[in-house]
Nanobody, 114 residues
């Protein structure tokens, strides 16, 4: 069973940046497409960015041009660079396969507020 550990969240002012990391245990990480998801209070979890095993990326319209997903297969880690953050980006951020296939990690809280 793969375990996922997200990190890098925090409190940031509007317009600021954060870089999230997600480390996966287990082997065969490189063959899976991965995604970053987020869940705001009272809302359903949503996919915000995805990266295929070959490195092709896709983004939700709400984050396009501001967020960048990347992966390092040697480190079994996927990243989410978030720039120009907005208060509506406030949520708990999770990674998983795209679409989800493993148990969810604990997530990392991102709060955008002045």
């Amino acid at each position: 069973q793969v375990q996922l550990v997200e990190s890098g969240g925090g409190l940031v002012q509007p317009g600021g940046s954060l870089r999230l990391s997600c480390a996966a245990s287990g082997s065969m990480f490189s063959i899976y497409g991965m995604g970053w998801y987020r869940q705001a209070p009272g809302k359903q979890r949503e996919l915000v960015a995805a990266i295929s095993s070959g490195g092709r990326t896709s983004y939700a319209e709400s984050v396009k041009g501001r967020f960048t997903i990347s992966r390092d297969n040697a480190k079994k880690t996927v990243y989410l660079q978030m720039n120009s953050l907005k208060p509506e980006d406030t949520a708990v951020y999770y990674c998983n396969q795209g679409p989800p296939g493993w148990s969810w990690g604990q997530g990392t809280q991102v709060t955008v507020s002045s």
